[in-house]
């Protein structure tokens, strides 16, 4: 995997989030994209997005704020928060990314489903780092994966979720290959233009 | 990802947005319009093959735009969104021929399972379109007809294309004949005794591709019963006919580059290497270049395939063979239809030349087909032609075709002193044809 040695991937707390996630999350990065990681809070305050009607919040405008605040040196932010997400079409979602673009953003709200999280804390913290590369493999230009093992799997119930690998299929893999060596040439160009 | 169009016609920014955004993350090709009339410009010009359409805006409505949709394309799906407070309206959508509703704001597992549904369907509908079309090839193939210079042209490639190994990828319009192509360089290669096996990438439903291209092992899933040779294995000391290639999902775009790569490949469930040894020849009707750009299609598959390319002329630009092509159809279905229509008539032949068959030479073979069976005469007539009217938008006046022809046959003759030989060469058509048009169009030599 053709990595930005100067670059990483930034995982920014959104409003709530458990601080203990974040080691799981960055191993689950580190193993699929190879880049390091670095924890850094932006804004706690998201009420910017919130639709007092539904009582949930847009995550659209939260994604545009992370891409804003994120530094040059980050080549992806993921947003981790705790509230329950939306977009306008849909009634929820898990998480939401751009694609090819550079934020995305997870929702830990309704993954903990059906688990009792003091006992089962490590099946919380695995659907979270599948949940986060799933998202950031969006960014990376990875579509919906119809293998239903792939990390890149749309996943309709938790158990799906469960069921999942913690890997990409080789179909994505070669598909995020090509698109970190592409991110590599276009790094390469920018740098012997100035 | 095998390019599923989705068209979302609403009138809020942020629905669009956040819908396709959605759809995208999905694999989907997008496309969206923010009101009804924009949507009706942009389905004039682009076929798409799902329609979520919202029933409220001003102006066209969404009803209006699902009812444009069954008069022109009644192939495509629509699906309504609608507000709580429109259901009836949306039931009423659904008997004018909506394939559903989805109400506003949507579970996205409803929405991903009703696409799926849907695209399933169409790929099924395609697959037996396609074999109802490889009978029709079975039943009616025939060589490749015409005189025309482009024409001559292309033969001239497949004769000195076929007798190498390389691969050879044909582009062209629907319709043109690149499948007749494809089979002429086989037949005419050093694995003519070998197989001709057509993988029509298109028409195969992507989650049945990898099978019908690999094979499958016994037991690799669960309908697979017994071990099934797959179209590459078929093909062994033969041709393998690519056809839509531009149409293949990335995820098969992958593996098929890897076998072009290596000529090795594994059964769906098998680990055993299976060498084979083929020819490959790909068509499409798409731009690949431009489909390498929108990131769709793979630059380095793209290379493999692109040896050697050569285009299949368009039917108006080879209007010369339209005559031949039609007398050769015509002769054809009224043998198989038994009934006695034997000639065609100047003023038809004269309609087909002005005519300028975005469908090519598919869709010339399908209005004679048409006209022997709906024919009353010994004589296939004007009327018997399922041509477009001239109240259809897309209609060009026959007048005015009519009018550039003369005036550019009036040129041609007045640049060479009227002589017959040297502008009909020039005009690309022969002698006779250049006389009846003199005559037809009354030009008189200057004195």
Redesign the interface.
């Known amino acids: 995997m053709i990595t930005l040695p100067e670059h990483s991937i930034v995982i920014s707390p959104v409003g709530t989030s458990d601080s203990e996630l974040f080691e799981p999350i960055s191993m689950g990065i580190k193993r699929i994209f190879g880049y390091k990681t670095e924890v850094i809070p932006f804004f706690k305050d998201v009420s910017f997005a919130l639709d007092p009607k539904r009582k949930q919040y847009h995550s659209?405008p939260i994604l545009e704020k992370l891409e804003k605040a994120a530094p040059v040196r980050a080549i992806k932010v993921i947003g981790i928060t705790s509230v329950d997400l939306?977009?306008?079409?849909?009634?929820?979602?898990y998480g939401?990314?751009?694609?090819g673009g550079a934020a995305c953003i997870i929702s830990t709200h309704r993954l903990a489903e059906g688990l009792f999280l003091a006992a089962d804390k490590d099946t919380y913290y695995k659907r979270v780092a599948k949940e986060v590369v799933h998202e950031l493999g969006?960014t990376f230009?990875l579509?919906?994966c119809?293998d239903n093992a792939c990390i890149m799997h749309?996943c309709?119930?938790i158990k799906d979720v469960d069921r999942k690998s913690k890997q990409l299929c080789?179909?994505c893999k070669?598909?995020l290959e090509?698109e970190m060596k592409r991110i590599a040439v276009s790094s390469e160009l920018i740098a012997d233009s100035s | 990802?095998s390019s599923t169009k989705i068209f979302i016609v609403d009138d809020?920014l942020?629905?669009r947005?956040?819908?396709s955004?959605?759809l995208?993350?999905?694999?989907y090709e997008v496309d969206t319009a923010e009101s009804g009339e924009e949507a009706i410009e942009k389905l004039k010009k682009t076929r798409f093959d799902l329609l979520l359409v919202d029933i409220k805006m001003e102006g066209i409505s969404g009803l209006d735009v699902l009812k444009h949709v069954r008069e022109n394309d009644p192939d495509v799906a629509v699906v309504m969104?609608t507000a709580y407070g429109s259901i009836p309206t949306a039931i009423e959508a659904m008997k004018n021929g909506a394939h559903d509703y989805l109400l506003?704001?949507?579970?996205?597992?409803k929405?991903?399972?009703l696409i799926e549904k849907i695209v399933e369907q169409q790929a099924q509908a395609r697959e037996n379109l396609f074999l109802k079309e490889q009978y029709k090839d079975r039943t009616r193939f025939e060589s490749m007809i015409g005189q025309s210079k482009p024409m001559q042209e292309v033969f001239d490639l497949i004769q000195d294309v076929s007798p190498m190994d390389s691969t050879v990828l044909i582009t062209g319009e629907t319709g043109t004949g690149k499948g007749l192509a494809a089979k002429a360089i086989h037949t005419n290669s050093p694995r003519s005794e070998g197989p001709f096996v057509l993988v029509n990438c298109g028409a195969i439903p992507?989650?049945l591709m990898e099978s019908e291209l690999f094979a499958h092992q016994k037991g690799a899933f669960t309908d697979a019963k017994e071990t099934k040779k797959g179209r590459l294995e078929l093909a062994h000391d033969g041709t393998l006919f690519l056809d839509e290639i531009g149409e293949i999902s990335?995820?098969m775009q992958?593996d098929l580059l890897r076998v072009l790569e290596d000529r090795v490949f594994y059964r769906v469930g098998g680990t055993q290497p299976m060498e084979v040894d083929f020819r490959v020849v790909a068509a499409t009707n798409r731009n690949l270049e431009k489909a390498i750009k929108n990131?769709i299609f793979?630059e380095d598959l793209y290379y493999r395939l692109n040896v050697i390319a050569f285009q299949m002329p368009p039917l108006r630009e080879r209007k010369e063979d339209i005559p031949l092509l039609a007398e050769h159809f015509l002769r054809r279905f009224s043998q198989e239809t038994n009934k006695p229509v034997d000639k065609i008539s100047r003023a038809a032949i004269d309609e087909m030349m002005l005519y300028e068959w975005p469908g090519n030479v598919r869709e010339l073979e399908n209005a004679i087909e048409r006209a022997v069976v709906v024919g009353k005469e010994r004589e296939i007539r004007p009327a018997d032609l399922p041509f477009r009217r001239s109240d259809d938008p897309t209609f060009i006046p026959k007048n005015a075709l009519k009018d550039i022809e003369k005036t550019h046959i009036e040129k041609i003759l007045d640049n060479y002193q009227w002589n017959i030989a040297k502008s009909s060469k020039m005009l690309g058509i022969d002698r006779t044809t250049l006389y009846s048009k003199i005559k037809r169009y009354n030009i008189k030599k200057p004195d």
């Open positions: 659209t939306f977009i306008p079409i849909l009634t929820h979602v939401e990314a751009q694609i969006h230009k579509r919906h119809k749309y309709r119930s080789r179909y070669t598909l090509d | 990802m809020e942020v629905m947005k956040s819908l955004g959605w995208e993350r999905d694999g969104i506003k704001p949507f579970d996205p597992d929405l991903g399972v992507e989650h990335m995820r992958i990131e793979r």
